[in-house]
T-cell receptor, first 113, second 114 residues
Framework: SQELEQSPQSLIVQEGKNLTINCTSSKTLYGLYWYKQKYGEGLIFLMM?????EEKSHEKITAKLDEKKQQSSLHITASQPSHAGIYLCGADIPPSNTGKLIFGQGTTLQVKP | DAMVIQNPRYQVTQFGKPVTLSCSQTLNHNVMYWYQQKSSQAPKLLFH???????NEADTPDNFQSRRPNTSFCFLDIRSPGLGDAAMYLC?????????????FGDGTRLSIL
């Protein structure tokens, strides 16, 4: 079965610093999704990646999928307290047309003012 | 704004007392999912509906049931909640038949068992 491993598990950064979160899959990724979750709330969709080498950005957050489609990274530039939360990567479970996702265990981000 | 709405946000029930959690959507998505998320863990898919077709995950306990009376609503029924069922329950929706599509989540219902 497919597994997603996120690193680091938790991260504390000073406001204004850059940071990267990684998501590694045991199998080829057909669809990779990044979500953000605040404690006690639902998941907010950030970005979706499908093609090897694909990169997407929204405001100060950039997500990339490597050429081999087994690893994705989420990079936050000039972090702000509003970026704090739990970041989860999710992947389509093959066959990719089922719509089902598995998730990594999450990375908890704290941003110190 | 189109969205996924879960009610209630917090639910407290007694050990063994049936409980129902509800989810509604205005996105007109054909797929609805229920996840269980325990503290500091990843969401775990319980089951999903593709239109009216119910799809249960192999390891979902029989104690958990679901109903989807129409496109907009989906319910999670826990017949006899045990202490181990205390968790956040997340509802999500998506479209299928158009390639990979992200799932859109509600704010969740936090279930406590006394």
């Amino acid at each position: 079965s497919q597994e997603l491993e996120q690193s680091p598990q938790s991260l504390i950064v000073q406001e204004g610093k850059n940071l990267t979160i990684n998501c590694t899959s045991s199998k080829t990724l057909y669809g990779l999704y990044w979500y953000k979750q605040k404690y006690g709330e639902g998941l907010i969709f950030l970005m979706m990646l499908q093609k090897g080498g694909e990169e997407k950005s929204h405001e100060k957050i950039t997500a990339k999928l490597d050429e081999k489609k087994q690893q994705s990274s989420l990079h936050i530039t000039a972090s702000q307290p509003s970026h704090a939360g739990i970041y989860l990567c999710g992947a389509d479970i093959p066959p990719s047309n089922t719509g089902k996702l598995i998730f990594g265990q999450g990375t908890t981000l704290q941003v110190k003012p | 704004d189109a969205m996924v709405i879960q009610n209630p946000r917090y639910q407290v029930t007694q050990f063994g007392k049936p409980v129902t959690l509800s989810c509604s959507q205005t996105l007109n998505h054909n797929v609805m999912y229920w996840y269980q998320q325990k503290s500091s863990q990843a969401p775990k898919l319980l089951f999903h509906y593709y239109d009216k077709d119910f799809n249960n995950e192999a390891d979902t306990p029989d104690n958990f049931q679901s109903r989807r009376p129409n496109t907009s609503f989906c319910f999670l029924d826990i017949r006899s909640p045990g202490l181990g069922d205390a968790a956040m329950y997340l509802c999500a929706t998506s479209t299928r038949g158009r390639g990979n599509q992200p799932q859109h989540f509600g704010d969740g219902t936090r279930l406590s068992i006394l």
